[in-house]
């Protein structure tokens, strides 16, 4: 079958690994879009920004004070979500009863002087980070490296509890209602700004987790999420905004979509999510699992 | 007489820039049915959601169990022990029955159990995993007022929990307040239908324009009928 095609089997099956390794991390960005988007009505532009603090987070960590990387997978989620907690309660939190717009400009300048900073203190040039988990298996038809193997199954995991935590607890009950009709849900003795504040947290670590598992694969560069933002934004159009698993679905299918596109027509690559984008938004507006209000 | 445990004196409040209360006084004792009654535009649900706390601008005073609340946000005023079943029912589509009935935090002892709750709604014990908008308009009432007898509320503030129902289900509203008021809970229920209002209610307020213009108590309601016609338009 592969001779039909004229392509390698390794090519075929590298390329789709990649796009399943691309798709996770589009879909554990555009999960936490997704909750911030449905709680707070903020488009967040900042989640690169703090994708990309994510990765600075475990990088200082381990460079200044030693600490490893699976210990970073935790501690630096939550020093950025506490710094996005501040910024929630400092800024974004005077802007929600205005329109979307507003929103979008204040996150959208915050990426850009958090960025900036970054580039100014570091550089653009990017360091590396050391693999946690060398090596690899030879399955035959490819070789697969055994870290980028760990980072589907992490980012697999993630999404499902991040699905598990929002429509099966309680605590997830609230966030849906409070989604849904903040008022009353305040009225019943629920503290809705604490829940708001807890919510945009959440969200932003979770950028910064897909920041520190992004690190070792990538370079530490304080322009690494400014592409991928933008990627991500199309995959939440096309998923469906709000939408929790419209948000996973969509993420990690239009990571092989692109690994597709590079086997058989490679100029298209960069384009594809866009052209799909394009045509989801032609025939579904609301997006693939988004319901029309 | 049972004690003060709800007092509302000189009530003012705003709807952004239309002032819709002028001064709203009355007061209700623990145990008692109470309704407001006016017709519409007279100011009955501000009332409720000024109670509750969920509304931009208010003056003067509501006192609940002694304590002054008006300048409480609306969580702290639900925690203090008032509950609220608002006219458009406020049913979660996002939730299911089950869900929807478990999402009132329980803020004092003394509540039902959902064990009985649902033995007081038969029907959304068989439709508890349906989503909870998929419901009748007669199941989502009593799932409106089911999810506040949960939280341990002394006072549960009911708008309009009969309208744009069947008679049959109206009845078995009435049945149900009835109930709960034998239970102990104080209610002040806001209602367009007065020979509802009159079956199960111990006073009635007339509300016009913004403030309480009159008091019947039940046992006057004969004597009161004409003027009740006036002051409702029927």
Redesign the interface.
Known sequence: MFELLGIAPQALFGQLLLGLINGAFYAMLSLGLAVIFGMLNVINFTHGAQYMMGAFAAWLLLGLLDVPFWASLVIAPIIVGLFGIVLEKLMLKRIYHLDHLYGFLLTFGLALVIEGLFQWKWGSSGAPYPNPIPGGYNLGFMFLPTYRGFVVVAALVICLATWYGIERT?LG??L??A???P??????????PRLITLTYGLGVALAALAGVLAAPIQQVSALMGVNLVLVVFAVVVIGGMGSIMGSIVTGFGLGLVEGLTKVFYPPASNTVIFVVMALVLLIKPAGLFGQTK | MAETLLKVAGLQAWYGESHILHGVDFEIRRGELVTLLGRNGAGKTTTLRSI???LGKRTGSIAFDGRETIGM???H???LGI??C?EER?I????NVD?NL????V?KPGGLSIEEIYKLFPNLLERRHSQGTKLSGGEQQMLAIGR?LR?GATLLLLDEPTEGLAPVIVQRIGEIIRQLKSRGFTILLVEQNFHFAATVADRHYVMEDGRVIDTIASSDVQQSIGKLQTYLGV
């Open positions: 309680k009950a609230y849906r209602a989604t849904e009709n008022t009353l849900v305040r009225a019943f003795g629920i503290n809705v | 509750m706390g969920i946000p609306s969580d005023i639900a925690r509950a609220y608002p406020g979660f589509s996002s939730l869900e478990r999402l009132p935090p803020v506040i939280t």
